[in-house]
């Protein structure tokens, strides 16, 4: 069982609307959670922890933490085409060391 | 945040052969990881590089294919040995600044063996 799950997509959005990204996970002591961007051929860029129940907004981003269903989303308002990326979700499994990643979600947003 | 300066970027590399992967961190930093993204995968741990004594693998991964060197707090090295097109990846250095914390990441090397 993979211990963060992500829907690999495609999602393809058009441009303004709200993109939601989505993930699971399994390790029910986990604690944080970040969402990465990653361009192609380029490294992950970190855009957002959560580490609390609940939203946090950050510009256009907002990140949704439910641990009751161990579930993380990210919402991408007004969508860009410049968003266009995959997003991993990460988390931590066994402790606070290991730091481990989803699949990814690739995310098209078309003008 | 720390600088991270991950060298070679890319490489292509003949199959038996080794290479080695630096990583300098402009600050001095506990936390130290390897990380590899094979094509079109996301990213798996290789190890745990620690400053003064063995790297700590994970599941899949030994020290014999994978050697790690982390002599002080702001570098560390990755080699990848007697290399197979299978080893072909991009190969991530990152760091953390403390316990639960986020991870930033190197440029990367990406890596393609013939």
């Known amino acids: 069982q993979k211990e963060v799950e992500q829907n690999s997509g495609p999602l393809s959005v058009p441009e303004g609307a709200i993109a939601s990204l989505n993930c699971t996970y399994s390790?029910?002591?986990?604690?944080?959670f970040f969402w990465y961007r990653q361009y192609s051929g380029k490294s992950p860029e970190l855009i957002m922890s959560?580490?609390?129940?609940g939203d946090k907004e950050d510009g256009r981003f907002t990140a949704q933490l439910n641990k009751a269903s161990q579930y993380v989303s990210l919402l991408i308002r007004d969508s860009q085409p410049s968003d266009s990326a995959t997003y991993l979700c990460?988390?931590?499994?066994?402790?606070?060391?290991?730091?481990?990643f989803g699949a990814g979600t690739r995310l098209a947003v078309h003008p | 945040s720390a600088v991270i300066s991950q060298k070679p970027s890319r490489d292509i590399c003949q199959r038996g052969t080794s290479l080695t992967i630096q990583c300098q961190v402009d600050s001095q930093v506990t936390m130290m990881f390897w990380y590899r993204q094979q094509p079109g995968q996301s990213l798996t741990l290789i190890a745990t590089a620690n400053q003064g004594s063995e790297a700590t693998y994970e599941s899949g991964f030994v020290i014999d294919k994978f050697p790690i060197s982390r002599p002080n707090l702001t570098f560390s090295t990755l080699t990848v040995s007697n290399m197979s097109p299978e080893d072909s990846s991009i190969y991530l250095c990152?760091?953390?600044?403390?316990?639960?914390?986020?991870?930033?990441f190197g440029q990367g090397t990406r890596l393609t063996v013939v």
């Open positions: 390790d029910r002591g986990s604690q944080s």
């Open positions: 990460a988390g931590f499994s066994g402790g606070y060391n290991k730091l481990i």
């Open positions: 959560i580490y609390s129940n």
């Open positions: 990152s760091l953390r600044t403390g316990i639960g914390t986020e991870a930033f």
